[in-house]
Structures are given as C-alpha cells and as structure tokens.
C-alpha cells in the first residue's frame, strides 16, 4: 500500500495493482499470539479473502477517482466458497426487511460494504466521515483500512446517527455493542422466517455470524 500511497491516482497503472497483491500475499499479516504465556507479534499468511477485499476497496476508490479506469478482474484471487452461499437480492429484501432495529441496519451495511460482523457492531461515531464518504477502521483485522460508502450506505448511516448520540454507531438500549450472539440470533429468526434454512441453522462460518457473507461485492449504490 505505501507503494501506491506514493503515486499520483492518475499514475496507477494494472502492473501496480498486481505488484500490490503479490507483496500483500508475500509478505503476509501482523497478529498477536500467546506464547508461552506471552503476547508475542507474529507473521502469517495473508488470505486471498482478504486481499481481495482490500482489492475491492481499491477498486472502489479508482472508480470515483477514475470512471474510465477498468480495473483488472485477474488481480483478484480465486477464493474458496464451499462454505458460503450469498444472499440473492431477493432474498435479502426477505430477510433484512422483518429485522427489528438496528438489526435490519446491521445487515443492511453489512451488504453494501463486506463489513466484517464484529466491524459493524463495534462501530464508533467517530470512525464514521459521511462527507468524506468514508469509514476508517483504526482496528481493522490486517491493521488500518478504509470502507469506501455508497450513496446508500451513507445514508443509512446518517439516519442511524441522527437516531442516537452515544459513541457506538449501533448500541443496545443500555449503550453498549451488541454480542456476536444476539446478531446471529436475529439473523437465524429472520431466516427462518424467510424459509431459508441453510442460513437458519447456522451457527458459524457463514452468514449468522459473518454478515459480510451477504453478497459476493458490495453494491454499487
């Protein structure tokens, strides 16, 4: 990323954008591990998922940037999807729209992002530039990344704010974050609802507990 940080947008070639993913894929991610007793920095292999995600962030920003850029569908690495199944968009109407508040939200961002499920709980205010058009994750899972927002999701956003003003984007009555369970729960009984028990029956892996699992790409509006 500095390496493209330090060129002109102008300048971003296809040739960048694959020296970018190969050094993402060499160079792997920074987790902390307990060792002994110890919390220790450790490297791991960086996966394809996760550049690809960081990918479609890039691509995101050079589409505003650049409309005229067509950014290289082979930058992207195959993924293994053997253990997800995406929502259809008429499925998500079926499931999202019975969802209390700010669950419905939740799920909703969820789909126009690939926000990771604990990112969307875990949302601050302050993270949040609507004018800018973006959200900053200061605690992203591979360090510090930007969510480019589109005109949908800036306005779901914006009404969530006006709604509440504690520090969290999407809190409970008592101003907390909601758990990872009580967001699985609500997605599983609106599966249910919407008769599709692949996702109803889940309790990891897949949508109830990783909301980015909604769609392959986020959406365009």
């Known amino acids: 990323m500095p390496d493209l940080l330090a060129k002109p947008v102008s300048a971003i070639a296809d040739a960048d954008l694959f020296a970018y993913r190969n050094r993402r894929a060499r160079e792997g991610s920074t987790v902390y591990q307990v060792v002994a007793g110890q919390r220790v920095k450790v490297r791991v292999p960086t996966k394809p998922s996760t550049i690809n995600r960081d990918l479609r962030t890039l691509r995101a920003a050079l589409k505003k940037a650049r ?8 930058a992207f690495f195959p ?3 053997t253990r997800v199944r995406w929502l259809r968009p008429e499925e998500e109407i079926l499931v999202f729209e019975p969802m209390p508040s700010p669950f419905r939200e939740m799920a ?4 126009l992002t690939l926000m990771r499920q604990g990112e969307i709980r875990q949302l601050r205010r302050e993270d949040v530039h609507l004018e800018q058009g973006v959200i900053l994750l200061p605690r992203a899972k591979a360090g510090a990344r930007p969510v480019m927002l589109s005109e949908s999701a800036r306005k779901l956003l914006q009404a969530q704010i006006a709604g509440q003003d504690g520090p969290w984007v999407f809190p409970t009555p008592h101003g907390r974050p909601h758990s990872r369970e009580q967001v699985g729960k609500a997605f599983r009984r609106a599966a249910r609802g919407a008769g599709l028990k692949t996702f ?3 309790t990891s892996g897949t949508m109830a507990p990783r909301w980015r699992s909604t ?3 986020p959406r365009p509006s």
């Open 200 to 202: 109803a029956s889940t």
């Open 215 to 217: 769609r392959a790409s």
């Open 67 to 74: 409309p005229e850029y067509r950014f290289p569908a082979g």
């Open 108 to 111: 909703k961002l969820a789909a």
């Open 79 to 81: 993924e293994d999807e």
